[in-house]
């Protein structure tokens, strides 16, 4: 009887693959002849997705490399039109760019520049109302979590800005690790660490020597000593980067974009994310059932992206091919008939 069966996780994520637009609990009990929106919902609420399970799950896809990187970043699921989900609050969005309410994710991803793949290896959901801690704290945590459980090879840290931060550098500095990260354009530094030679680093005098090789600088408010190598990377007309490594044998300003690059293959999991998993559109209040439902929802990008892999196809075109039985059928045998034209 229809709506009797329990919902397994292995049943939801199911769900999530195949479901094209509509990601609600409803539209899975209309649709299953097995679980009812009830059966659903109490599985939502009782389960315990965690980022232990996702990398249990993606371990044996990743390829390892000991020049590869860790790429950390967060992003916000849009919730603008929820009003009582426990996990929101008001935050800015990159995507959005400006402040909506959402459900802030701090994400892990792992980078095979030599094949240039990459797999979400752990995520963090920030919730400083509950447990105190910022988006620096969980990277941080997971950084620490990599080095001692994961066992992977990797070189360095690539990230934004807004993790420039002087005690996660010098924790990695302290690790044996690399870093490349841009600065904020009013980050102030200096070629020694005396105050009256800081400025800002959009108003560096560079000399051609630093434009295609860097120039050693020191960032104010780390350790006297402390030396960075930066970078000027100019992207467009209306676009300047300026990455900050402590990667000492690196003296070319190309090479540096190009592993700055590595960088947005996170922003591409999180677009994908959005796109074919439907981790923003879950409805329910609690936050435990929307911990759950954002676990099963990378879950299945795992499982979406080992298909395209093994397939030399996107993600996209993987998700939307699951139409294609249903396309042939209707032009064959069409359910409503076109009448005019």
Request: aromatic content about 10%; charged content about 25%; overall charge positive.
């Amino acid at each position: 009887m229809a709506g009797m069966s329990k919902v397994t996780r292995l049943d939801y994520c199911q769900f999530l693959l195949v479901t094209q637009i509509n990601y609600t609990l409803t539209y899975m009990g209309e649709h299953s002849e097995q679980f009812s929106h009830d059966a659903a919902t109490r599985y939502l609420a009782g389960e315990k997705v965690t980022a232990r399970l996702v990398w249990e799950q993606v371990r044996d896809q990743v390829v390892p490399s000991p020049h590869g990187y860790l790429v950390f970043d967060d992003t916000v699921l849009d919730k603008n039109y929820s009003h009582r989900i426990e996990l929101v609050r008001r935050q800015y969005s990159g995507n959005a760019h400006g402040v909506i309410k959402g459900i802030g994710v701090v994400t892990c991803v792992y980078v095979n520049p030599e094949t240039d793949q990459f797999w979400i290896i752990d995520y963090r959901i920030d919730d400083p109302d509950r447990d105190g801690k910022t988006k620096l704290d969980h990277v941080r945590a997971m950084l620490l979590h990599t080095i001692g459980d994961k066992h992977l090879p990797w070189r360095g840290v690539l990230m934004d800005s807004w993790y420039a931060e002087r005690k996660l550098l010098l924790l990695i500095e302290r690790l044996g690790k690399v870093y490349y990260c841009p600065l904020k354009s009013n980050r102030q530094v200096a070629v020694g660490a005396e105050e009256p030679g800081y400025q800002r680093v959009d108003t560096w005098e560079w000399q051609a020597t630093a434009q295609t090789q860097g120039q050693m600088v020191h960032l104010k408010g780390f350790p006297k000593d402390h030396q960075v190598r930066l970078f000027r990377l100019v992207l467009s007309t209306e676009r300047t980067d300026y990455i900050a490594t402590n990667d000492w044998a690196q003296h070319d300003t190309a090479a540096t974009q190009e592993v700055g690059g590595l960088r947005w293959h996170v922003e591409q999991f999180h677009r994908e994310g959005k796109q074919v998993t439907g981790i923003e559109q879950c409805q329910c209040r609690k936050q435990r059932s929307q911990r759950n439902h954002i676990g099963c929802a990378i879950l299945v990008w795992i499982r979406l992206k080992q298909v395209a892999a093994a397939t030399a196809r996107t993600i996209y075109a993987v998700k939307h091919s699951l139409l294609d039985d249903y396309m042939r059928q209707q032009l064959r045998t069409p359910t409503i008939k076109m009448t005019f034209a």
